[in-house]
Every structure is written in C-alpha cells, then in structure tokens.
C-alpha cells in the first residue's frame, strides 16, 4: 500500500493518539508499505516549519528510521542516500534527490552550483 503524508507524520510525531494508533497499525501490519519521495519531501517541509520546528537532522532521521522497518520501502530505492545527503550538507533536498537519483541511475550530473557539484564528485570518489 502507498501512504500519505498525514499517516508518516502521525507515526513520527505522536502528536494525535488516535492517528497514532491508525499509523502504527500500518507501519507494523507486516503489509509492504511505500512512502514516495514526494511524501518524503512533504513530511521533511512540516517537521521544519513552524509547528514542529525540528532540524534537518531530526526530520531526516525520523523518516531514515522509519524505512528501515523490513515492510517500508521507498519506490526509487535513493531516500536512504539523499537522506543522508541531507543531514550532512548544506544542500537543499531537491539538490540531495538529484545526486542520489544520479547516482543509482549512474548518468551524469550537470550543474551551475559548485557547492552541489562538490558533494557529487565527493559521491561519485566514494562509489
């Protein structure tokens, strides 16, 4: 099954018991359960706004740990890389999926911005 940004936050936040239990139910029923990258970028942007105010480490991890569950999967298969990319950089995600994406599909990156192309050829040293 595919899930919704509402369903991720609610399993990481805690913060509404009811969806709490809902979203656990999903998370643990043993079923295969997807989160896009577009949910992935949607939960990032309301951890970090101003309800929840966490950092992108926080964000980043709650969602890295919650796909590490063995039913969770991420359809392109690069959330675990661009993740990362994202808690240790200063890039923007867009920036952190590109390289990721790059990298698994091994085409070439082209870009204006140095600091992202540092990172690549950081990424592509590392491979």
Not at 25 to 41: A, M, N, P, Y
Not at 62 to 87: C, D, F, H, W
């Amino acid at each position: 099954m595919v899930i919704d940004t509402n369903i991720v936050l609610r399993y990481l936040l805690r913060d509404n018991d009811a969806g709490f239990e809902e979203a656990s139910k999903i998370f643990e029923s043993g079923r295969e359960v997807k989160i896009t990258d577009l949910v992935i970028s949607e939960v990032l942007y309301v951890m970090r706004g101003v309800t929840y105010k966490k950092s992108r480490q926080q964000a980043a991890e709650s969602i890295r740990i919650a796909l590490q569950n063995n039913n969770v999967i991420n359809p392109s298969g690069t959330a675990k890389k661009y993740l990362e990319l994202y808690m240790t950089t200063n890039l923007d995600l867009v920036d952190c999926y590109l390289i990721a994406s790059v990298l698994k599909s091994g085409e070439e990156l082209k870009t204006f911005d140095k600091k992202m192309q540092k990172v690549y050829e950081q990424e592509l040293a590392n491979c």
